[in-house]
Nanobody, 116 residues
């Protein structure tokens, strides 16, 4: 079934940018909404952005609205997250997600650290 592998995380200074990618294998992406989440120790997992399958409508959480952009490439089976104006509070493990075949699918995540 679906397998997600995230990449692109790293360390960046406040105000910097990173682009995360999520490569998907196992199924074509065309029919699934996809999302990015993040989690820090001791906090609940936070949904950051979501993009629908066909019409590509997007949703952003308040904490990232105007700074992050979600996109998808259904041909390359890839989900991306462009992150600009990063803040220390954006430090977290970022994971991609979908709900399909009656269950949740998650990647292992990629660490993003924002620090001066």
């Amino acid at each position: 079934q679906l397998q997600f592998v995230e990449s692109g995380g790293g360390s960046v200074q406040p105000g910097g940018s990173l682009q995360l990618s999520c490569s998907v294998s196992g199924e074509a992406l065309n029919y699934y909404s996809l999302a990015w989440f993040r989690q820090t120790p001791g906090k609940e997992r936070e949904e950051l952005a979501c993009i629908s399958s066909v019409d590509r409508n997007t949703y952003y959480g308040d904490s990232v609205k105007g700074r992050f952009t979600i996109s998808r490439d259904n041909v390359r089976n890839r989900l991306s997250l462009q992150m600009n104006s990063l803040k220390p509070e954006d430090t977290a493990v970022y994971s991609c997600h979908t709900f399909a075949f009656g269950r949740n699918f998650w990647g292992r995540g990629t660490q993003v650290t924002v620090s001066s």
